[in-house]
């Protein structure tokens, strides 16, 4: 079954103790996203990765960190979590087309984070 | 500020209805127009996209309206369902481009 996998589901921490969002995908896609959803805020972008060792920031990178070591993995890293991170994560990869219209992508079913 | 604006956030209808959800953009370098739907505890799907080039588009009881000059587009939702009841986000991105611009989301709630 094509998926994109992401753990843990949920997760309760304190403010500055570092943690790692996991996400894997089984379709062989290029391209890996990592959004945050808040409410009235829809979906902001985070980081996004094109191929193996090709990552870029999004719309709100700031005290975050990605890799992608892996075409299958995109790892989320908070190095510092702070409260104001807390919110409902999702990865998201798709084939990386010529034309993005065309390459719909593929959501995993989200971690849900609260720092604090 | 948010590029892609979404209203309302909340709808609530009766089966039958027709629940319908707008959205507006600044950047017209956007060229591709994908809602999707979201229900509790999973990510979002994409249900139906449209480019700038067709005013409408129909799939199944899904209809997207365009309105180029306006740059607003809209979400139809035919002879509603309760199984209709989720979050629906419009987005929208440039062609190639990487990155897909959310609006704010609506909720839709469909009574029996």
């Known amino acids: 079954e094509a998926q994109v996998t992401q753990n843990p589901r949920y997760l309760i921490t304190v403010t500055g103790k570092k943690l790692t969002v996991t996400c894997s995908q089984n379709m062989n896609h290029e391209y890996m996203s990592w959004y945050r959803q808040d409410p009235g805020l829809g979906l902001r972008q985070i980081y996004y990765?094109?191929?193996?060792?090709?990552?870029d920031k999004g719309d709100v990178p700031e005290g975050y960190k990605v890799s992608r070591k892996e075409k299958r993995n995109f790892p989320l890293i908070l190095e510092s979590p702070s409260p104001n991170q807390t919110s409902l994560y999702f990865c998201a990869s798709r084939r990386q087309g010529r034309v993005v219209g065309n390459q719909p992508q593929h959501f995993g079913d989200g971690t849900r984070l609260s720092i604090l | 500020q948010q590029q892609v604006k979404q209203s309302p956030q909340s709808l609530i209808v009766q089966k039958g209805g027709i629940p319908i959800i707008n959205c507006a953009y600044e950047n017209t370098a956007f060229d591709y127009f994908p809602w999707y739907q979201q229900f509790p505890g999973k990510g979002p799907a994409l249900l139906i996209a449209i480019r700038p080039d067709v005013s409408e588009k129909k799939e199944g009881r899904f209809t997207i309206s365009f309105n180029k000059s306006a740059k607003q587009f809209s979400l139809h939702i035919m002879d509603s369902q309760p199984g209709d009841s989720a979050t629906y986000f419009c987005a929208a991105s440039k062609a190639a481009g990487n990155k897909l611009t959310f609006g704010g989301g609506t909720r839709v709630l469909v009574k029996p």
């Open positions: 990765s094109m191929n193996v060792e090709v990552t």
